[in-house]
């Protein structure tokens, strides 16, 4: 056993996969409806580094009810606290407010914006987020970033389109032994959270 959301329960394969069991429709849910589309959405977009590499997906019948099996990478949680939780945060509630690149990359430079995620670290955050805007070193991480808020902001339009709710926090948004962030579940049913 792995974890378990409102949808769903999760248990390891081994070492590089985990079983997701979904709950069945006819309790209540509509997480069947809302994993199909985004699986079809992440397997059309193979090439997209923040999406979820999948093996399998296949129905399962316990005592007479229809489960939902996928097989999939095993991610890691990301850290609490950390400069990329925050940041998850932060680029999720700016797809909710439509706000253009050019603004999020200009407030999150400033120690201002961070003082509500972490006061503590709010100019260590500001001044990391800096230094992967400006350093060219820094460069594959800065675009594997504005890369993930575009991405979001697709899903975003995907998930308004398919009238589910936008559900993306750090809870639903894991990462790659080499930090990469996956989005693994970014939409619920509206009427089923």
Same mark, same amino acid.
């Given at each position: 056993?792995?974890?378990?959301? /409102?949808?769903?329960?999760?248990? /390891?394969?081994?070492?590089?996969?985990?079983?997701?069991?979904?709950?069945?429709?006819?309790?209540?849910?509509?997480?069947?409806?809302? *994993?199909?589309?985004?699986? !079809? %959405?992440?397997? =059309?977009?193979?090439?997209?580094?923040?999406?979820?590499?999948?093996?399998?997906?296949? @129905?399962?019948?316990? $005592?007479?009810?229809?489960?939902?099996? &996928? !097989?999939?990478?095993?991610?890691?949680?990301?850290?609490?606290?950390? %400069?990329?939780?925050?940041? &998850?945060?932060?680029?999720?509630? +700016?797809?909710?407010?439509?706000?253009?690149?050019?603004?999020? !990359?200009?407030?999150?430079?400033?120690?201002?914006?961070?003082? &509500? +995620?972490?006061? $503590?670290?709010? $100019?260590?955050?500001?001044?990391?987020?800096? =230094?992967?805007?400006? $350093?060219?070193?820094?460069?594959?991480? +800065?675009?594997?970033?504005?890369?993930?808020?575009?991405?979001?902001?697709?899903? +975003?339009? @995907?998930?308004?389109?398919?009238?589910?709710?936008?559900?993306?926090?750090?809870?639903?948004?894991?990462?790659?032994?080499?930090?990469?962030?996956?989005?693994?579940?970014?939409? *619920? =049913?509206?009427?089923? =959270?």
């Amino acid at each position: 056993y792995v974890g378990s959301g /409102a949808d769903a329960t999760v248990f /390891a394969k081994d070492d590089s996969h985990v079983i997701k069991i979904l709950m069945p429709e006819d309790m209540g849910t509509k997480a069947e409806e809302v *994993f199909r589309k985004f699986y !079809e %959405f992440s397997m =059309s977009h193979q090439d997209l580094a923040c999406l979820p590499r999948f093996n399998e997906v296949n @129905t399962i019948d316990i $005592n007479g009810k229809d489960y939902t099996q &996928i !097989e999939m990478e095993r991610l890691a949680p990301i850290e609490k606290d950390s %400069f990329v939780e925050g940041l &998850i945060w932060f680029l999720s509630d +700016y797809i909710n407010t439509n706000t253009l690149w050019p603004t999020v !990359e200009s407030e999150l430079a400033n120690p201002e914006t961070w003082e &509500i +995620y972490s006061p $503590n670290f709010a $100019n260590a955050f500001a001044k990391t987020w800096q =230094s992967l805007t400006q $350093n060219p070193a820094s460069k594959k991480t +800065y675009a594997m970033y504005r890369l993930l808020y575009n991405v979001m902001k697709l899903l +975003y339009t @995907t998930g308004t389109i398919n009238k589910f709710g936008w559900d993306l926090h750090t809870a639903n948004v894991m990462q790659r032994k080499d930090g990469q962030p996956v989005i693994i579940d970014p939409w *619920f =049913s509206e009427g089923t =959270s």
